[in-house]
């Protein structure tokens, strides 16, 4: 960190003059410095010794010009974020029935059998994939590890942040419990990694509708973020009954491998492991990616299977000899790297992580002061209606570092709270509804997010948008439409263009098709409940996940860190993609 133009920077020299006396300052500044790093001295007792020294060297020069220089402007400036103002986070006494009823519903919501199913048991169900014939045929019969095996093997630990993991648990594709992928984030080697992981219990790996949706996410999440991807491929391809809804359209299929090309272009490295059998799409995918890895015995690639070249020529052929690993690696060249084990494989993709020449720092801990309040104490404040919606300040009081939030317009606008703050560490700009969204508070949050545009802080948008019976309007107005890095939920949100609750106060809820029929219009009200729901949500991709309240703090905290990885990519001049054929 020394040398001449940060010593004038500091200092106020000119370089001439700093080079006259560099000689004589070296070697004094390197003895005392190496007393400081063994613990002999403390920073000021350097700071003092070195001060006599440039007396005598340099006369024209005050103690009161130096310290600057030993104390890091990371350090100095993490001195100053305990400055921010301390939020009041104690329930108001006149408040405490509705924290009370909300803590009920929440616990109930965590508790209760219905919400049992559809989140611990529907969590556990969905790790289990294809269920335990598929599982045992899986790993006994073709000899291949699970996908969550498969992670466990290449993350660097169990920090993982799986994506939408009830995707497509209640959509109607007969016995499927899942999406049939795997997405997340964790890191290889140090760098955060978004993973696109086949899983072959579930339908053989094919891709449905839903698949496919979840796997472009994957990809739209590594492009805002500029993170590495990996895929674990072992895919049978796309499920032909369902072949109209999801190939032709400009959202579907064919939008993996163009993604693919343009990550390519942009810089963002893919690597590829195909560790089964992988047919028609689910071969486009690791020939595309920019390097690949195959596992001998189990991965092979074709466009269409040894029965359909049978069917079509009469010609007997196995798997191997039509695309296997020796094929592929010796003769077509599709792959790159030819592994004799999953275990060697994934030992492989971690070397290959190693060459991406990203510049990382050091390893670091970030210092932060934990929430002057209780997490746990956010299940009493998820509210369960709008009637029992307590003050936002409430809600970041237990999310933010040491309960502190620098206000900005704090008087104007009063139903949007926006502020700065720190998530373990990390600066963020909040954005969070207080009430209905007025005039006022539109200009105030324009104000706020142009300021955190400008200064390149992320920024954290907490969204309970109260409804304006009886006008049609969002129960929790969903923001994918504007492309989050990341968008989450809690148990309790729903998301609706109207409140069941006002369906009768609407005028095209009175047309002559709903007159009277008060049947129709109560099937309309439970239609509306049940779709406004986070679960049906979540099972459509319209977010990346379902969270609990107590565990926001640590998810958000995460997501900050992975979004920030971008800063340390080496650039690269050249503007097109790696091509392999």
């Given at each position: 960190?020394?040398?001449?133009?940060?010593?004038?920077?500091?200092?106020?020299?000119?370089?001439?003059?700093?080079?006259?006396?560099?000689?004589?300052?070296?070697?004094?500044?390197?003895?005392?410095?190496?007393?400081?790093?063994?613990?002999?001295?403390?920073?000021?007792?350097?700071?003092?010794?070195?001060?006599?020294?440039?007396?005598?060297?340099?006369?024209?020069?005050?103690?009161?010009?130096?310290?600057?220089?030993?104390?890091?402007?990371?350090?100095?400036?993490?001195?100053?974020?305990?400055?921010?103002?301390?939020?009041?986070?104690?329930?108001?006494?006149?408040?405490?029935?509705?924290?009370?009823?909300?803590?009920?519903?929440?616990?109930?919501?965590?508790?209760?059998?219905?919400?049992?199913?559809?989140?611990?048991?529907?969590?556990?169900?969905?790790?289990?994939?294809?269920?335990?014939?598929?599982?045992?045929?899986?790993?006994?019969?073709?000899?291949?590890?699970?996908?969550?095996?498969?992670?466990?093997?290449?993350?660097?630990?169990?920090?993982?942040?799986?994506?939408?993991?009830?995707?497509?648990?209640?959509?109607?594709?007969?016995?499927?419990?899942?999406?049939?992928?795997?997405?997340?984030?964790?890191?290889?080697?140090?760098?955060?990694?978004?993973?696109?992981?086949?899983?072959?219990?579930?339908?053989?790996?094919?891709a449905y509708p839903i698949s496919v949706k979840k796997q472009l996410r994957a990809q739209q999440?590594?492009?805002?973020?500029?993170?590495?991807?990996?895929?674990?491929?072992?895919?049978?391809?796309?499920?032909?009954?369902?072949?109209?809804?999801?190939?032709?359209?400009?959202?579907?299929?064919?939008?993996?491998?163009?993604?693919?090309?343009?990550?390519?272009?942009?810089?963002?490295?893919?690597?590829?492991?195909?560790?089964?059998?992988?047919?028609?799409?689910?071969?486009?995918?690791?020939?595309?990616?920019?390097?690949?890895?195959?596992?001998?015995?189990?991965?092979?690639?074709?466009?269409?299977?040894?029965?359909?070249?049978?069917?079509?020529?009469?010609?007997?052929?196995?798997?191997?000899?039509?695309?296997?690993?020796?094929?592929?690696?010796?003769?077509?060249?599709?792959?790159?790297?030819?592994?004799?084990?999953?275990?060697?494989?994934?030992?492989?993709?971690?070397?290959?992580?190693?060459?991406?020449?990203?510049?990382?720092?050091?390893?670091?801990?970030?210092?932060?002061?934990?929430?002057?309040?209780?997490?746990?104490?956010?299940?009493?404040?998820?509210?369960?209606?709008?009637?029992?919606?307590?003050?936002?300040?409430?809600?970041?009081?237990?999310?933010?570092?040491g309960s502190r939030f620098q206000e900005f317009k704090a008087e104007y606008g009063t139903t949007?709270?926006?502020?700065?703050?720190?998530?373990?560490?990390?600066?963020?700009?909040?954005?969070?509804?207080?009430?209905?969204?007025?005039?006022?508070?539109?200009?105030?949050?324009?104000?706020?997010?142009?300021?955190?545009?400008?200064?390149?802080?992320?920024?954290?948008?907490?969204?309970?948008?109260?409804?304006?019976?009886?006008?049609?309007?969002?129960?929790?107005?969903?923001?994918?439409?504007?492309?989050?890095?990341?968008?989450?939920?809690?148990?309790?949100?729903?998301?609706?263009?109207?409140?069941?609750?006002?369906?009768?106060?609407?005028?095209?809820?009175?047309?002559?098709?709903?007159?009277?029929?008060?049947?129709?219009?109560?099937?309309?009200?439970?239609?509306?409940?049940?779709?406004?729901?986070?679960?049906?949500?979540?099972?459509?991709?319209?977010?990346?996940?379902?969270?609990?309240?107590?565990?926001?703090?640590?998810?958000?905290?995460?997501?900050?860190?992975?979004?920030?990885?971008?800063?340390?990519?080496?650039?690269?001049?050249?503007?097109?993609?790696?091509?392999?054929?």
């Amino acid at each position: 960190m020394w040398n001449n133009i940060t010593s004038c920077s500091l200092w106020r020299l000119s370089p001439s003059f700093m080079s006259s006396r560099i000689q004589t300052l070296t070697p004094l500044f390197i003895r005392h410095y190496k007393d400081f790093c063994k613990n002999r001295q403390t920073i000021w007792t350097l700071r003092n010794s070195l001060c006599q020294v440039l007396k005598k060297t340099v006369p024209t020069l005050t103690c009161n010009m130096f310290p600057h220089c030993f104390v890091s402007n990371k350090a100095r400036y993490g001195q100053y974020k305990k400055t921010f103002p301390v939020l009041d986070g104690s329930i108001p006494s006149v408040c405490e029935h509705v924290f009370e009823e909300n803590l009920r519903n929440s616990e109930a919501c965590i508790q209760s059998f219905v919400f049992e199913i559809r989140y611990s048991e529907l969590l556990c169900k969905v790790s289990k994939g294809g269920g335990e014939s598929a599982i045992l045929r899986h790993t006994q019969r073709n000899k291949k590890l699970l996908v969550r095996e498969r992670l466990r093997m290449l993350l660097d630990d169990e920090t993982f942040l799986e994506l939408s993991p009830f995707a497509g648990f209640d959509l109607p594709y007969g016995d499927v419990p899942a999406a049939g992928c795997l997405t997340g984030i964790g890191k290889i080697c140090g760098v955060w990694c978004v993973f696109v992981a086949n899983d072959a219990t579930v339908k053989g790996g094919t891709a449905y509708p839903i698949s496919v949706k979840k796997q472009l996410r994957a990809q739209q999440i590594a492009i805002q973020n500029r993170l590495l991807s990996i895929y674990l491929v072992d895919s049978g391809g796309a499920f032909l009954p369902l072949q109209a809804e999801l190939f032709p359209d400009q959202s579907h299929g064919g939008r993996v491998f163009y993604n693919e090309a343009i990550m390519s272009a942009m810089k963002i490295p893919q690597v590829a492991v195909v560790c089964g059998s992988c047919t028609a799409g689910g071969a486009y995918v690791p020939t595309v990616a920019e390097e690949t890895v195959i596992v001998d015995k189990i991965g092979s690639m074709f466009l269409a299977g040894p029965p359909l070249v049978k069917a079509a020529t009469g010609e007997d052929i196995s798997p191997e000899d039509l695309g296997g690993a020796s094929m592929h690696s010796k003769v077509s060249g599709c792959v790159d790297h030819f592994a004799s084990s999953e275990k060697e494989a994934y030992e492989c993709v971690r070397n290959i992580v190693l060459t991406l020449n990203y510049e990382l720092p050091p390893e670091e801990t970030l210092e932060y002061d934990d929430p002057l309040y209780s997490a746990e104490e956010l299940l009493g404040l998820a509210p369960r209606g709008y009637s029992y919606t307590l003050h936002i300040k409430l809600i970041l009081s237990r999310l933010i570092d040491g309960s502190r939030f620098q206000e900005f317009k704090a008087e104007y606008g009063t139903t949007l709270v926006t502020g700065f703050a720190h998530m373990e560490g990390h600066l963020v700009g909040i954005v969070a509804n207080n009430g209905q969204l007025t005039h006022d508070a539109s200009l105030k949050g324009s104000h706020f997010v142009q300021l955190c545009s400008q200064r390149s802080i992320p920024i954290l948008f907490l969204q309970n948008t109260a409804p304006h019976a009886p006008e049609p309007t969002s129960l929790s107005q969903c923001g994918r439409s504007f492309d989050p890095n990341f968008l989450f939920l809690w148990p309790n949100a729903r998301v609706a263009l109207v409140d069941s609750r006002h369906i009768s106060t609407f005028p095209q809820a009175r047309d002559d098709d709903c007159t009277g029929d008060d049947s129709e219009l109560k099937h309309l009200k439970e239609k509306l409940d049940e779709e406004s729901s986070a679960f049906h949500s979540s099972a459509r991709l319209w977010d990346d996940g379902i969270i609990l309240p107590q565990n926001s703090r640590k998810v958000i905290a995460q997501c900050l860190t992975i979004m920030k990885q971008q800063k340390y990519q080496i650039a690269s001049l050249q503007h097109y993609p790696v091509i392999r054929l």
